[in-house]
T-cell receptor, first 115, second 114 residues
Framework: NAGVMQNPRHLVRRRGQEARLRCSPM?????VYWYRQLPEEGLKFMVY????????ESGMPKERFSAEFPKEGPSILRIQQVVRGDSAAYFC?????????????FGPGTRLTVL | DQQVKQNSPSLSVQEGRISILNCDYT??????FLWYKKYPAEGPTFLIS?????DKNEDGRFTVFLNKSAKHLSLHIVPSQPGDSAVYFC?????????????FGKGTHLIIQP
């Protein structure tokens, strides 16, 4: 049973470019969470999605960031016009049933570096 | 504001001894707590959790203790093994409302000395 997959594992972008991060949840999981980890910090919740729906985006920056989880295909976290402060590790997690007592399984992360 | 605090950035323990990792929280609405373990270049791996209706949960070498009045929890690993060397994150949630994500501490780097 494959775990949560994220790609790319490393992404380098210049300021002003767009970054697209992909997450494929565990088989059978339809709940996806995105977190960001800045250097020397803990993980910070960004957004929670179910298939085709954004359930909670209270942790998402108001501008330049968006997320989707289409009916088919992986969840995408999109960052437009990246800035140096966006450099971080972005982790995706999935769960079977949603709800905060349902275990979230994390992917290996995408390390974004903005030059 | 840091709602989940892990005040020890690192901890060194001899192999075979007990490792105790501590975590404090400030949000009294948190009612579910978890510990994750993370190796470099990997995602966090779930270790153990505890609901606020309990004060102890045990799974093999890992035990989590919750003191609600002190808003404090701890993870005990006994006996400690070299493979336990990793960063440990404490996380909390409010299952009855609030954001749908987990709130994490900054982590404690556990180093098991041979």
């Amino acid at each position: 049973n494959a775990g949560v997959m994220q790609n790319p594992r490393h992404l380098v972008r210049r300021r002003g470019q767009e970054a697209r991060l992909r997450c494929s949840p565990m088989k059978g999981h339809s709940h996806v969470y995105w977190y960001r980890q800045l250097p020397e910090e803990g993980l910070k919740f960004m957004v929670y999605l179910q298939k085709e729906n954004i359930i909670d985006e209270s942790g998402m920056p108001k501008e330049r960031f968006s997320a989707e989880f289409p009916k088919e295909g992986p969840s995408i976290l999109r960052i437009q016009q990246v800035v140096r402060g966006d450099s971080a590790a972005y982790f995706c997690a999935s769960s079977l049933a949603g709800g905060l007592t349902d275990t979230q399984y994390f992917g290996p992360g995408t390390r974004l570096t903005v030059l | 504001d840091q709602q989940v605090k892990q005040n020890s950035p690192s901890l060194s323990v001899q192999e075979g001894r007990i490792s105790i990792l501590n975590c404090d929280y400030t949000n009294s609405m948190f009612d579910y707590f978890l510990w994750y373990k993370k190796y470099p270049a990997e995602g966090p791996t779930f270790l153990i959790s505890i609901s606020s209706i309990k004060d102890k949960n045990e799974d093999g070498r890992f035990t989590v203790f919750l003191n609600k009045s002190a808003k404090h929890l701890s993870l005990h690993i006994v006996p400690s093994q070299p493979g336990d060397s990793a960063v440990y994150f404490c996380a909390a949630s409010n299952s009855g409302g609030g954001a749908d994500g987990l709130t994490f501490g900054k982590g404690t780097h556990l180093i098991i000395q041979p």
